[in-house]
């Protein structure tokens, strides 16, 4: 069957047409791979930084974040966590390797045991094993994070020398991830800030 072609406007409300059932990984998985994304209509979202991958969000609402992520050639995020959320991400223009990871343990493993949270990080002696990689471009890849996998890093590939953008969309919304330093084994818990978001919606700007 070919995909029809949206806005990003039509997804969004697609998106939010969903809420009123359970959301599930496989069926935000099926909605997100039955469409293409219309480039142009992606235009207010898109702008990069030379010094930080910048997100810019597009909808929050208390099921749904959904963002636009705009990477240059050679930048990336740290190894991060999801706060056991779901998540999805395609690419809209370049290329994006998403590597996900197993936890193994860490010397505070009751940090894990806290309402709301993932984990309150500040371990150290964290080991962790790179499981995949999935490469998302424009033409194939959904990457997902779920309660089962929710460890990941992204970066754009050495093979790809043009600026990048992402589509992300998690559930439920979350202002915090648990990032880890492998070199040190340590891992600690950072907030997350937006470069731009709508009018009106009460998020952590830079």
């Known amino acids: 069957m070919a ?9 969004v409300d697609m998106l939010r047409a969903t809420e009123g059932a359970p959301i599930t990984s496989s069926r935000i998985a099926d909605l997100l791979t039955s469409v293409d994304l219309d480039h142009a209509s992606m235009r207010p979202y898109i702008r990069h930084g030379d010094d930080h991958y910048m997100r810019h969000l597009i909808h929050r609402d208390r099921l749904f974040d959904i963002m636009a992520i705009c990477w240059m050639p050679g930048q990336g995020t740290p190894v991060h966590t999801h ?10 223009q370049g290329a994006l390797d998403c590597t996900e990871y197993a936890y193994l343990g860490c010397d505070r493993p009751e940090n894990q045991n806290v309402s709301g949270l993932d984990c309150i990080a500040g371990g150290a002696q964290v080991k962790l094993r790179e499981t995949q990689l999935v490469q998302c471009t424009t033409d194939a890849g959904l990457n997902i994070v ?6 990941h ?32 084994g340590h891992c600690e818990r950072k907030e997350l800030k937006f470069d731009s978001a709508p009018d009106g919606y009460a998020v952590p700007v830079r």
């Open 146 to 151: 779920d309660k089962s996998v929710t460890i």
């Open 153 to 184: 890093s992204l970066r754009v590939p050495d093979s790809c020398d043009e600026p990048t953008v992402s589509l992300h969309v998690y559930s439920l919304p979350f202002d915090s991830c648990v990032v880890f330093d492998g070199a040190r």
């Open 83 to 92: 706060n056991g959320q779901l998540g999805w991400a395609f690419g809209v």
């Open 3 to 11: 995909k029809k072609t949206v806005s990003i406007t039509t997804l």
